[in-house]
């Protein structure tokens, strides 16, 4: 059963998190948000994709945030163990949203009235939000489906700022914020018999014989479904955390690898001293 986290519990809920990441530390997430206001070309470039990301993210407010967590093993702390963070941020009436998103989100069972009155404040919170859930001394791994958009919410969030203007130091964030981040859409392409990841997460489910609970488009259960199959995936013998996928978004792959490139050549090449400490991620993101 999904836990809904809104002000009155935040902290509750997070100190919860926090004292599970030490043996729980694949996080799953996924997010819900008001849809596109502007659609991207299956044939746009790169930077073009991430231009209307921007702008898509800089002109919408998050609705909710799914976690789950897992062990090593595919175990969660106890059956059916996630967490939905709704926030009180988007108002339908006044804010932009695709009405089609909004209406699929209201039959999916949100009610954004509800949010308004006793959801989380992003703004507010979102320091509290990154100390407790990102930027923790873990070996922790990020798990998504089709990412590029949660991990874009999740960065405008926690930074309290409009995303980066340039795919590159997008690109850059990420790996800062999250480490080792996988996308299960991109690493299905090179898994035999997923379709090359031209399926969605319910089809991906349904190729692996996995039946999914919870409602759909709750990000919550989004979240454990997202988890189950990365660990249904490693079970099949995939070979899905090699170098070639991890910190790797579908949608932009290519600047992703090649930012991956350059900071491993940049390592050989200006290594840091022996006694300096290489900066903490966390200390920058803190000190937004």
């Known amino acids: 059963m999904a836990i809904n986290v809104g002000k009155a519990n935040l902290v509750e809920q997070l100190e919860l998190i926090l004292s599970l990441r030490g043996s729980y530390s694949i996080v799953a997430i996924d997010t819900e948000f008001p849809g596109f206001i502007r659609d991207t070309p299956r044939n746009a470039t790169e930077e073009e994709r991430y231009n209307d990301v921007k702008h898509n993210v800089d002109n919408m407010h998050l609705i909710q945030l799914g976690v789950a967590l897992f062990d090593e093993g595919g175990n969660t702390p106890w059956p059916g ?10 108002d339908p009436d006044v804010d932009t949203s695709s009405p089609d998103s909004i209406e699929l989100l209201v039959q999916s069972g949100h ?5 308004r009155r006793d959801g989380i404040d992003a703004q507010r919170c979102a320091y509290l939000v990154c100390v407790k859930l990102f930027c923790q001394p873990y070996s922790s791994k990020y798990i998504t489906f089709h990412g590029l958009y949660d991990v874009a919410f999740v960065i405008k969030m926690i930074t309290r700022a409009p995303l980066p203007n340039t795919l590159n130091e997008f690109s850059d964030l990420v790996r800062t914020i999250f480490g080792q ?4 859409k991109y690493i299905s392409r090179f898994c035999c018999g997923l379709r090359r990841g031209e399926i969605g997460l319910v089809g991906l489910s349904r190729l692996l014989n996995f039946e999914p609970v919870g409602i759909r488009h709750q990000a919550a259960y989004d979240s454990l479904l997202i988890g189950a199959l990365f660990n249904k995936m490693k079970q099949r013998r995939h070979n899905i955390e090699d170098d070639r996928s991890a910190s790797v978004l579908y949608g932009i792959e290519n600047r992703c690898v090649e930012n991956r490139r350059t900071r491993r050549i940049d390592r050989r090449v200006r290594p840091y ?15 937004l």
């Open 81 to 90: 163990c996630c967490w939905q963070f709704n926030f009180s941020d988007f």
């Open 111 to 115: 009610d954004f009235q509800q949010n």
């Open 181 to 184: 981040i996988y996308d299960l």
């Open 273 to 287: 001293p022996r006694r300096q400490q290489r900066p903490s991620a966390a200390m920058g993101l803190l000190a």
